[in-house]
């Protein structure tokens, strides 16, 4: 990877709706070799995807809470069967295992009570799990930043 193709993931971490001739434009290439190095970034998965960032609040999902899950126990099974679990979960928009305890899930939900909901049918649920703690979220400062390049 070159200075070329990390300006090609910086213009597209930036605007991944600009047209192909704008990339090869702001990267100073002509659109050929541009369009080839841009797909050899998707193909080797350096690229792996493109998607809309959305306002949760607009749509409803104003309320967001960090919730830190500790496991009875870490055996392979029921690491599976959480992580499973967790994944098919559509208000969970973020779950990270982590060395140590606690896991972390980033959760959305419309509002207190629809939280506390999901909280008691679903997350409480979970294969595996022995405590959840939740932190509510008072603020976002900074979400979905790109990579630094």
Do not use: K, W
């Not at 009875?72 to 959480?82: D, K, L, N, V, Y």
């Not at 208000?91 to 999901?118: I, K, S």
């Not at 909280?119 to 932190?135: F, I």
């Amino acid at each position: 990877m070159d200075a070329i193709d990390r300006e090609i993931l910086a213009q597209v971490q930036r605007d991944g709706r600009q047209t192909l001739t704008e990339l090869a434009e702001r990267v100073q290439l002509s659109v050929s070799p541009c369009h080839r190095r841009l797909r050899a970034l998707e193909q080797t998965g350096v690229i792996t995807g493109y998607h809309a960032r959305l306002d949760p609040a607009s749509l409803g999902l104003g309320f967001a809470a960090l919730v830190f899950v500790t496991m009875r126990e870490a055996t392979g099974g029921s690491i599976g069967a959480f992580e499973s679990a967790v994944a098919d979960l559509p208000n969970v928009l973020q779950a990270q295992r982590l060395f140590g305890e606690p896991d972390l899930l980033r959760v959305v939900a419309r509002d207190l009570a629809d939280y506390q909901r999901l909280y008691d049918d679903q997350l409480a649920a979970l294969p595996g799990v022995q405590r959840l703690t939740s932190t509510l979220v008072m603020r976002s400062i900074v979400e979905d930043r790109s990579l630094p390049l």
